[in-house]
């Protein structure tokens, strides 16, 4: 089974340093690892990516050590053995909202005795089908510990509930989702929930669990700074904001000629 990169890192309390990409491109893939990316967010939960096409965005994330993070349509265990099959190093499910759906991801993702997840010890590219841990209990033990389970907190209920959530073993990490965190709270923005991301956070941080933190755009590194001083270790952009500000700044220039 293949290192996690995103783990070494944290380990080393350093950032990973990560791209989200909405897109079927294993190209886009292999370009930003060339550029030293650390770690790719695979959307499967937004737009019309399959199975097939995620499991080749996870091939072109190994071809760089990239670690392939998977976000899942939703807190199904087929879906997230699925992808962990596929060889996913990171798992993000959506809607946490409370200990329960927390235990039922848990159980999805991690294998006996933390969890629930069926065995395909030598038949998965996740394990190069049985031949990189050759002992199965080895493997998954390694697996369990290799694997990150991101728990989405996009809700006022997972807020409220972010003790509880926490304290379910095998609920490794925490994404947050501030757009969809304000649209439940009835506020007009992601701008009027930064105390509620906060304070996810530090609940994180002091549960020696891992913070991650995305944002749109490039021009947000105050943001960036507030969350890694806060304790987020794993940072990440979307791939069309870089794309995006870039082609815009070149645009702008180019037609400033005279």
Same mark, same amino acid.
């Given at each position: 089974?293949?290192?996690?990169? !995103? ?15 909405? *897109? ?56 997230? *053995? ?65 694997? !990150? ?55 994180? !941080?002091?549960?020696?669990? !891992? ?18 001083? *806060? ?28």
């Amino acid at each position: 089974m293949k290192y996690n990169k !995103i783990l070494e890192k944290v380990n080393s309390n350093e950032s990973a340093v990560g791209l989200n990409l909405p *897109l079927y491109s294993p190209h886009l893939i292999e370009f930003f690892g060339s550029l030293g990316f650390d770690w790719v967010f695979i959307d499967c939960e937004h737009g019309s990516m399959t199975d097939s096409e995620a499991e080749n965005m996870i091939r072109a994330a190994e071809l760089y050590g990239m670690a392939p993070v998977v976000r899942v349509p939703g807190n199904e265990p087929h879906i997230i *053995l699925k992808m962990l099959d596929a060889g996913a190093k990171g798992i993000v499910v959506p809607h946490i909202d409370n200990v329960e759906d927390a235990i039922k991801a848990r159980d999805a993702a991690k294998y006996p005795p933390l969890g629930k997840r069926g065995s395909n010890y030598g038949t998965g590219r996740n394990n190069n089908y049985g031949s990189l841990v050759k002992d199965t209990q080895e493997y998954y033990k390694f697996a369990n510990k290799n694997t !990150i389970l991101f728990a989405l907190i996009e809700s006022k209920e997972s807020v409220e509930n972010i003790d509880d959530i926490l304290e379910v073993e095998g609920i490794d990490a925490t994404w947050l989702g501030p757009s969809d965190m304000a649209l439940s709270m009835g506020l007009p923005g992601k701008d009027h929930v930064k105390e509620h991301l906060d304070l996810v956070v530090k609940k994180t !941080i002091e549960r020696n669990k !891992i913070a991650a933190a995305t944002h749109s755009g490039t021009d947000q590194f105050d943001e960036y700074k507030h969350f890694h001083k *806060l304790g987020a270790r794993v940072l990440s952009i979307t791939s069309l904001s870089l794309l995006k500000d870039s082609a815009l700044d070149w645009q702008q220039k180019i037609r400033q000629i005279k």
